[in-house]
């Protein structure tokens, strides 16, 4: 069997040494003849000197030896004064140059060395595969099925999809299980939600769970400046694949590569819209058989290319939502298994103060309670700390060192009790968790706390004002006792601008439009539209706009009106509940129960007229 011997920059280096040391043994044996200084004066005097050429340190010419032939001479030059002392004395004397063999060979190698240091540390921080001729390759990580340690047991709150997806992993262990029958597994999967639910999780957990290599890339990572740089990645992924079937290839923000064509597209687009092209041509003449899955993952669903999404390509989607109060239960419980929980945490009551957060949001509140216990050096994570967690996640950071004058600490406890007692005497409205007036946030001066006892998935007219009354108490508790709104209420307002918004123009509850919805097409389904970004898009005339607007004022004041109403009968109330928080800053559920109890009861009861 042929050896192969591998390069070594340590060969090229002592071949160098080689040369330079023969170089200076050849020039010592084939160059002139080296004589003595005294010798050249003895010669010099006879007139044997015959040519001569006189260096800085070396004389070099011809003169006539012993024998009458003419040879070339060499000697090293001495001081004149020296020479002349050391006659004196009938000496012989010559002189000697410092030899610079090793200077030379400094100065030659450490450049070099320097020049490959360089070169390779930059091909070191490029990695495999990296180099000007290799941008074809694709820069995909590919794990061994040793490597990947998740299994379903760690993926908790999307039990349906884990179900779906359990198929998958079936196939690739036994393939022929699918296959006798005829039938075939989906050449790809295309994992849908909002970010952070788990979508990047659950395909290293098939990958896991089936014990098969797992390539993962991001969409974005296969367009490059290089026109036809993409298609060729995709080329070398797929080759790859198959070489390693069975396994799996994910796909990573999917959006970034497969937008749809021909929108938009000034000519800017043609790298992607390749690399988009080659894709479905190495789908779309893929063997099922090769036990090869292809999984992609997006929040944008809307905005991919319907090619895409054909029977034969990406012709499964699965669904990975937000989890709800079993799932959140059952997600906090999988982290909490590498944290030391105290006795009084109760991961339930944590699930229903975090309705629509996302399994990372979960997870970031378990770590920022461990970290603030940690902080105090606890060695438990206590129910307070997780309780702080979730005020810093949802609230922001708690500004300890904020001065705030009386009056406006007083304006804004009026504000937060405003807000908390319209809860409280609003039929199907959410309890109150928890009311403060320490500042968090960027803006935040206090903040009322709302938590829903169950998960709720279609909400009605009366619920939806509901939460709009709760949102103008604020305002109205400041108007009532100070004379005069502040700007306090501006992000209530917003809010409670948008949900009338919603209700007239998407969910036909106005009493003048009619049952029509007046909202623009193609809108995010997982991602939240920020309004000052989005275009105004609108598919009805001025007369109608005109008219919405004047129903959605109209419906604003009615709804201002109750909620003064509601707050003059109980203006005993609001004065009792606002000195007790101004006295504590913080007040719980039970607390502020307790303090409403007997009069919140009757009016929770009955639905309003």
């Known amino acids: 069997m042929e050896k192969h011997h591998k390069f070594s920059i340590w060969y090229v280096l002592l071949g160098i040494w080689a040369v330079l040391i023969l170089n200076n ?33 070396v004389i070099t010419g011809k003169m006539i030896d012993s024998d009458g032939s003419e040879v070339s001479f060499k000697t090293v030059r001495v001081s004149p004064d020296l020479a002349k002392e050391l006659e004196g004395h009938k000496l012989e004397f010559r002189g000697e140059v410092e030899s610079t063999f090793l200077r030379t060979l400094f100065s030659w190698m450490v450049p070099i060395f ?35 340690p998740t299994r379903f047991t760690d993926v908790a709150g999307v039990d349906e999809a ?8 079936q196939f690739l262990r036994t393939p022929e299980r699918f296959t006798r029958l005829g039938g075939r597994m989906p ?49 070398d992924l797929f080759k790859q694949a198959r070489e390693k079937a069975p ?46 899955i292809i999984m992609a993952a997006t929040n944008r669903p809307e905005i991919l290319d319907q090619a895409l999404l054909r029977a034969g390509r990406f012709d499964r989607q699965v669904l990975v939502d937000k989890p709800d109060l079993n799932g959140r239960i059952a997600i906090l419980e999988v982290h909490a298994r590498r944290i030391s929980l105290a006795d009084d945490v109760d991961l339930k009551v944590l699930a229903q103060r975090t309705p629509g957060l996302s399994g990372a949001d979960l997870e970031n509140i378990l770590n920022e309670g461990a970290l603030l216990a940690a902080r105090v050096d606890r060695n438990e994570v206590t129910m307070a700390d997780l309780e702080e967690a979730v005020d810093r996640i949802v609230g922001g950071l708690e ?60 909400m009605s007219k009366t619920e939806l004002e509901g939460r709009v009354d709760v949102l103008l108490g604020g305002r109205v508790a400041e108007r009532l006792t100070f004379g005069e709104v502040s700007t306090g209420a501006a992000n209530d307002l917003q809010r409670a601008t948008d949900m009338v918004r ?38 009805y005339s001025e ?67």
Request: aromatic share 6%.
């Open 187 to 235: 050449k790809g999967v295309l994992l849908v939600g909002p970010p952070g639910t788990g979508k990047t999780l659950l395909s290293r957990a098939i990958a896991g769970e089936a014990g098969v290599p797992f390539f993962s890339i991001s969409g974005s990572e296969f367009v490059e400046l290089f026109v036809g740089m993409g298609a060729a990645r995709v080329r």
């Open 25 to 57: 043994i050849i020039a010592g044996q084939i160059g002139p003849k080296q004589v003595a200084y005294s010798e050249f004066l003895n010669q010099l005097r006879a007139d044997k000197i015959k040519e001569i050429a006189i260096g800085k340190d």
């Open 502 to 539: 919603a209700m007239l123009t998407q969910y036909g509850m106005g009493d003048t439009l009619g049952p029509v919805t007046y909202t623009a097409r193609n809108q995010p389904v997982f991602l939240p539209q920020d309004s000052l970004l989005a275009p105004a898009a609108k598919d």
């Open 399 to 458: 500004k300890k060192n904020r001065v705030i004058n009386e009056q406006e600490k007083q304006r804004v406890a009026y504000h937060e009790t405003g807000h908390a007692l319209v809860a409280a005497f609003t039929p199907q409205t959410d309890q109150v968790h928890k009311i403060s007036i320490i500042p968090r946030g960027i803006a935040a001066l206090g903040y009322t706390e709302q938590r829903p006892t169950e998960d709720r998935y279609l």
């Open 543 to 609: 007369a109608t706009a005109a008219a919405l607007d004047e129903e959605l004022r109209r419906f604003m004041e009615t709804r201002e009106e109750r909620v003064e109403d509601l707050l003059r009968d109980h203006g005993d109330l609001l004065k009792k509940v606002a000195g007790v928080l101004l006295e504590k800053e913080v007040l719980s559920g039970a607390q502020f129960q307790e303090l409403v109890k007997g009069e919140a009861g009757s009016a929770q009861a009955e639905p309003e007229n």
């Open 247 to 292: 396994c799996i290839v994910f796909i990573d923000e999917l959006d970034a590569l497969g937008k749809a064509r021909g929108v938009g597209n000034l000519g800017g687009h043609d790298e992607r819209e390749q690399t988009l092209q080659q894709l479905l041509v190495e789908m779309d003449g893929f063997d099922p058989r090769a036990g090869v």
């Open 114 to 148: 320097l020049f490959l240091g360089i070169w390779y540390f930059m091909m070191k921080r490029m990695g495999p595969g990296a180099g000007v001729m290799n941008f074809g390759a694709n820069k995909a990580k590919i794990y061994a099925e040793e490597d990947i």
């Open 162 to 169: 884990k179900e779906e997806l359990e198929e998958v992993v």
